[in-house]
């Protein structure tokens, strides 16, 4: 007995220490030393939530929402007791009137496994808050990330193409004599507007509008973190649409850095004129400067295209095995229709959805959308969704719910809720069938 309660009580002293010390974090985070990040961009002004794993606390509040206390050791800070509704990850919410940048600490980063220190986690939270600046300073940075849930069918040749696109911007932004860099970034564009010639107008413009915003978010985050300019996730294979995400965020961050050695004034320059692209600035400033010719060897190139092919290949195989894994899911399901009346997309995760052949989009993480009908919201539990050509939603699958939902037939509402997912919609029709319910809204 004694040894289960020994045990016990090590649990409960683990599930009672938050994350990180949040005091010795937004520390870092208010560092004077970050003005130095970007003209005009002050941490201190932009108000944070966070979510340590036990307490949630807002920081560089004016006013103090319901619900908070005001901490008495630290004047201006409030806490809530528990997670807050408004805190779902790393982001940026509107609480009332303001913009908050919003985190959740962890203790290393889910997707790549990379373990987080202090000032890594200081470094996200300025990442979101140069997202509140940037979007109320230039508020036409705002890349229509819905695009990608459009996005054209990945090819070989495409993947090919943004693969040593990206390789020749590696070599750049590591090179240290300017006609090195200079070499590289042409070659780079070269391969870039190979690649754009081919893709309709809509997401030719999509990716530099990232790079202006997530790209120089994570540029600012991992300048204010120290980071190696090469430290860049491989975890989506560079396969569209996650890689072409994936892509926005490390280019955009490196064409920053080689600026930085180009054109030491360049942010001035794009602040100035907020309707410039990083591009447009990296173009100018090479086009001034000496450059010697750098290109890939025959070999390279070749082992590259091999890779590619390879690495193709073997995404089609795994996505098809996790479809497959998706259809056999035990558990309850749901199936919406909701052609006659779609629904609105409201959050879904970039880096992690797959476009099956029939142009549905797969979620592995998160997923949620809503009209006057009501709304639902998918977290950690893959669902299928069905798009019309205005992005409206016509379709959604959702297997392996624990539950039945719960169905009221005098209000014509189905509820559901496990966990983080739940739903709330009121429909026309509904059949039930064993373990399947089709909704029609």
């Not at 590619?308 to 899911?329: C, G, L, V, Y």
């Not at 399901?333 to 629904?343: F, T």
Request: aromatic share 10%; glycine share 6%.
């Amino acid at each position: 007995m004694k040894k289960i309660i020994f045990i016990l009580s090590v649990i409960l002293m683990q599930v009672s220490q938050p994350v990180e010390d949040v005091f010795k974090v937004l520390e870092i985070v208010n560092d004077q030393t970050n003005a130095s990040l970007w003209p005009n961009f002050r941490t201190t002004e932009i108000p944070v939530l966070v979510f340590d794993s036990i307490n949630t606390w807002l920081f560089h509040s004016k006013s103090m929402p319901d619900g908070f206390s005001e901490v008495q050791e630290h004047a201006g800070v409030y806490r809530f007791s528990g997670q807050h509704p408004l805190v779902w990850g790393n982001s940026i919410v509107r609480m009332g009137d303001t913009w908050v940048a919003t985190s959740i600490f962890s203790s290393y980063a889910r997707r790549t496994g990379e373990k987080y220190r202090a000032k890594d986690l200081a470094g996200i939270i300025i990442h979101e808050q140069f997202h509140i600046y940037s979007r109320s300073k230039h508020p036409r940075w705002v890349p229509n990330d819905g695009l990608l849930l459009l996005y054209p069918e990945e090819t070989p040749d495409a993947l090919f193409l943004r693969r040593i696109e990206k390789e020749a911007f590696k070599r750049a932004v590591t090179s240290e004599k300017p006609e090195d860099i200079c070499g590289w970034v042409k070659e780079a564009l070269k391969y870039r507007d190979q690649r754009m010639s081919s893709l309709p107008p809509a997401f030719r413009l999509y990716e530099p509008e990232l790079q202006r915003t997530e790209g120089l978010s994570d540029y600012i985050e991992k300048t204010a973190r120290g980071l190696d300019p090469l430290n860049a996730s491989e975890i989506t294979d560079g396969i569209a649409p996650a890689g072409v995400r994936d892509l926005g965020y490390v280019e955009g961050r490196w064409i920053a850095m080689i600026l930085d050695k180009l054109n030491p004034g360049w942010k001035s320059v794009l602040e100035n004129n907020d309707a410039l692209y990083l591009e447009d600035i990296l173009s100018q400033t090479i086009g001034e400067l000496p450059a010697e010719s750098r290109r890939f060897t025959t070999q390279e190139t070749e082992s590259l295209t091999t890779e590619t092919k390879k690495d193709f290949n073997s995404w089609q195989d795994r996505k098809k095995q996790e479809i497959e894994q998706f259809h056999a899911m035990p558990g309850f399901r749901i199936e919406i229709n909701s052609a006659n009346n779609p629904l609105i997309i409201r959050i879904f995760e970039p880096l992690e959805i797959e476009i099956l052949d029939d142009r549905s989009v797969f979620h592995r993480v998160i997923f949620s959308a809503g009209n006057e009908a009501g709304s639902l919201r998918i977290r950690d539990l893959p669902c299928l969704t069905g798009f019309n050509n205005s992005l409206g939603i016509t379709l959604v699958r959702i297997h392996g719910l624990p539950k039945e939902p719960e169905i009221n037939d005098m209000e014509k509402r189905i509820k559901f809720t496990d966990g983080s997912s739940s739903l709330d919609l009121k429909y026309s029709r509904i059949t039930l069938s064993g373990s399947l319910c089709k909704v029609e809204l």
